[in-house]
């Protein structure tokens, strides 16, 4: 969501309404009232309380937003609708301009798939004109209509609220959008071409580090201070580069301790207060905060946060279950003991390599 703060203030987009359900006081603890990003942010939410306890209770993405302009005719000119858990770089203020210009009550952005991707996605149907003529979703490549596909990026105009009904369920994609084409309204597709990247999986998730830390998403920097080719750092951390076996891309949050000894290959993403043992290696992985990894453990195509390691594709499983988080452990225990005799031989059977065993 930062990233896509980012994108709206620099188009100008300086008032954001947050839709929240899942997950919502996570959410609006961190970004509160979008301040330190240079907007201004209110959130609406969706669901109740149940014995103390926020219970999401989702109105669906159409029904979201009539509850909000229900509540205060918020939506007073052209605006955007974003999914939160995309990464892009589209130019909005070019689309805005697009949808204008066509007359459009309501506009979609859409990319173009390899025709083999096509069956991943909502597949938008044109005319020569780019107004919508049909849906297909997720449809089999031999049976898809079209390479074009539906991002999840909308412009509307205030108007819309009319085909929107209040009080219930109402989805954009499976409710509002067949409605428009129905009746003949003005809803037009806008090709453009712009770096989207899905990161709402795992593997999607993954996917969207590379691709910044490669430098692949335009507008998107890697964070932090550049301090060799390839290997950039946030504040303060310890690390003798000379003594690492280091291969970039790298980024490696503030207050992290890289030991000497320690392999990094890119790209890699270390988060702020972690710790990278000695003969540790952290290859194509991304490892959350406080992490410590312990000394010869090898980490391949992994995500670990927590008491978790989690394999590219998804496959997960629970450290302290497997009784393996004295390997990864978190970097804030005091209380690390030398391994018994049982962990080492189990350590010396796995090599220190957490792949998890199929299931």
Known sequence: MEFLLELLKEHGFKEVMVNVSHLAEEIENYFR??????VEIAYSFEG????????GDALGSAGGLKKIQDFQQFFDDTFVVLCGDALIDLDLSEAVRRHRAKGALASLVTKRVPKDQVSSYGVVVTDENDCVQAFQEKPATDAALSDTINTGIYLFEPEIFEHIPSDQPFDIGSDLFPKLVEMGLPFFALPMDFEWVDIGKVPDYWRAIRSVLQGEVRQVGIPGKEVRPG???GLNVAANW???NVQGPIYVGGMTRIEDGATIIGPSMIGPSC?????ATVDNSIIFDYSRIGPGVQLVEKLVFGRYCVGKNGDHFDLQEAALDWLITDARRQDLVEPSPQQKAMAELLGTDLT???S
């Open 231 to 233: 290997i950039y750092t």
């Open 48 to 55: 109740r309380i149940e014995e103390g306890e926020l219970i």
């Open 356 to 358: 998890p065993a199929p």
């Open 33 to 38: 009232d979008g301040q330190r990003f240079g």
């Open 242 to 244: 000379d003594k690492i």
């Open 275 to 279: 710790c990278i043992c000695e003969g």
